[in-house]
């Protein structure tokens, strides 16, 4: 659906993004980094509104750049807000579905259709200026999928957003994907975007770190040990037998907690695949087990500090 080549966008003398090379194809994929990684460039780009300075970007295989064909199966909610508070909310997304084509005898429907899919039916006929940000970012969600598109953008969604909004326009996103859209997602907030997706570009100073699902990331990161955190009751005996699996080159005990032991391996795998036989034959009582390695947070911060 999504392709970039090379692609690099400069402002002047500043990197936007440079040589970006990646292919977006199914489901949903999050386009992870700090603010100023060149996310919001990127997208940009893929919706049609800045051409790249070298380089190609292709949606549905042809150029976004200016182009009706590509517009019109595409739809964006973008980060910065250009709503119009003396509106409704239906009055809005109106405007918006009729710009994009919609048939006149087809638009009233279809307006209550999605304004009802993104939880905002009681307030619709409200102005938008009363809108909360949470219901400002749902009502762009609406306007952005109007016109039923293949491919929905959303730079930033989550950003502002209490913990029950985050939740409630996450499971919106999830059930858009599961209806068949292609979804491109932006974030600097790592951890809030696990829930949604593992399959993620990473992205830092206008360049493209990895791409492809965590796990898969993180398991070339070769030069980094893998972490596991495990709580047993007999900690320090369940340590010494895991020390004796070849791959497992320590464990360690805070002083504070000497019911809790963190491992280290260079072969998770193994590790994972072994362990339930260590814990059985030698009876230990496991109350708690997870790694610190296993979260975006901790690739992203190996993948820059390689």
Same mark, same amino acid.
């Given at each position: 659906?999504?392709?970039?080549?090379?692609?690099s966008?400069?402002?002047?003398?500043?990197i936007?993004?440079?040589?970006?090379?990646?292919?977006?194809?199914?489901?949903?994929?999050?386009?992870?980094?700090?603010?100023?990684?060149?996310?919001?460039?990127l997208m940009?780009?893929?919706?049609?509104?800045?051409?790249?300075?070298?380089?190609?970007?292709?949606?549905?295989?042809e150029?976004?750049?200016?182009?009706?064909?590509v517009?019109?199966?595409?739809?964006?909610?973008?980060?910065?807000?250009?709503?119009?508070?003396?509106?409704?909310?239906?009055?809005?997304?109106t405007?918006?579905g009729?710009?994009?084509?919609?048939?006149?005898?087809?638009?009233?429907?279809?307006?209550?259709?999605?304004?009802?899919?993104?939880?905002?039916? $009681?307030?619709?006929?409200?102005?938008?200026?009363?809108?909360?940000?949470?219901?400002?970012?749902?009502?762009k969600?609406?306007?952005?999928?109007i016109?039923?598109?293949?491919?929905?953008?959303?730079?930033?969604?989550?950003?502002?957003?209490d913990?029950?909004?985050?939740?409630?326009?996450?499971?919106?996103?999830?059930s858009?994907?599961?209806?068949?859209?292609v979804?491109?997602?932006?974030?600097?907030?790592?951890?809030?975007?696990?829930?949604?997706?593992?399959?993620?570009?990473?992205?830092?100073?206008g360049?493209?770190?990895?791409?492809?699902?965590?796990?898969?990331?993180?398991?070339?990161i070769?030069?980094?040990? $893998?972490?596991?955190?495990?709580?047993?009751?007999?900690?320090?005996?369940?340590?010494?037998?895991?020390?004796d699996?070849?791959?497992?080159?320590?464990a360690?005990?805070?002083?504070?907690?000497?019911?809790?032991?963190?491992?280290e391996?260079?072969?998770?795998?193994?590790?994972?695949? $072994?362990?339930?036989?260590?814990?059985?034959?030698?009876?230990?009582?496991?109350?708690?087990?997870?790694?610190?390695?296993?979260?975006?947070e901790?690739?992203?911060?190996?993948?820059?500090?390689?």
């Open positions: 659906m999504i392709e970039l080549k090379n692609a966008r400069w402002y002047g003398q500043v936007g993004i440079n040589d970006v090379t990646c292919t977006v194809s199914s489901g949903i994929t999050a386009l992870l980094g700090p603010n100023g990684a060149g996310k919001s460039t940009k780009m893929v919706t049609g509104q800045l051409k790249p300075t070298t380089g190609s970007v292709t949606v549905f295989g150029r976004p750049f200016a182009n009706p064909s517009l019109r199966r595409l739809g964006y909610c973008p980060e910065n807000e250009q709503l119009y508070d003396d509106m409704t909310g239906t009055e809005f997304v405007m918006l009729a710009m994009a084509g919609i048939s006149s005898e087809r638009l009233k429907s279809r307006v209550g259709e999605v304004i009802e899919l993104v939880g905002m039916s $009681h307030a619709s006929r409200r102005k938008i200026g009363g809108y909360s940000k949470g219901m400002r970012q749902r009502i969600i609406a306007q952005g999928i016109h039923d598109p293949k491919v929905f953008i959303l730079d930033e969604p989550l950003n502002g957003l913990p029950v909004g985050r939740r409630e326009v996450g499971a919106l996103i999830l858009l994907a599961a209806k068949g859209v979804v491109l997602l932006s974030s600097h907030i790592l951890h809030e975007v696990e829930s949604l997706t593992s399959n993620i570009l990473l992205m830092y100073r360049r493209l770190l990895a791409q492809g699902s965590i796990r898969d990331i993180r398991s070339h070769d030069k980094h040990p $893998h972490r596991i955190t495990i709580r047993c009751a007999d900690a320090r005996p369940l340590a010494k037998k895991l020390l699996m070849p791959y497992v080159l320590s360690k005990f805070d002083k504070m907690e000497a019911s809790e032991v963190e491992v391996t260079r072969a998770p795998d193994q590790f994972y695949s $072994h362990f339930p036989e260590v814990v059985a034959e030698g009876g230990f009582l496991v109350t708690g087990f997870d790694s610190p390695d296993n979260n975006l901790s690739v992203f911060k190996y993948l820059v500090t390689k």
